[in-house]
């Protein structure tokens, strides 16, 4: 079992930047690809950002490429999502997940999910 708990979410104005964290719980996170994902108000929930069990490949929504960045610290069970240049399109709830095997861009893949935090940018 893999319990997952976000942070770093919070207000922001466009241009601007936030980090968030994910810390699991468990003594496996290494074991899994973890990825972030994100739904807005009336929209389903979307991919962001996706990284292996050893950090060594990252894949990201085109909406983001460029702006975020998806890392892991497995010494500390924590990924997280350097997000840059941010934009009001932006604000949605954020939430981490994780998945064993190869990481995946699909909501349907993940096995695991946080409860999300919420990140609102103001134009």
């Known amino acids: 079992q893999v319990q997952l708990v976000e942070s770093g979410g919070g207000l922001v104005q466009a241009g601007g930047s936030l980090r968030l964290s994910c810390a699991s719980s468990?003594?496996?996170?290494?074991?899994?690809?973890m990825g972030w994902f994100r739904q807005a108000p009336g929209k389903e929930r979307e991919f962001v950002a996706t990284i292996t069990w050893s950090g060594g490949n990252t894949y990201y929504a085109d909406s983001v490429k460029g702006r975020f960045t998806i890392s892991r610290d497995n010494g500390k069970n924590t990924v997280y999502l350097q997000m840059n240049s941010l934009k009001p399109e932006d604000t949605a709830v954020y939430s981490c997940?994780?998945?064993?095997?190869?990481?995946?861009?699909?909501?349907?893949?993940?096995?695991?999910w946080g409860q999300g935090t919420q990140v609102t940018v103001s134009s």
């Open positions: 997940a994780a998945k064993t095997g190869w990481a995946s861009t699909t909501v349907y893949d993940y096995d695991y």
């Open positions: 468990g003594r496996t996170f290494s074991r899994y690809a």
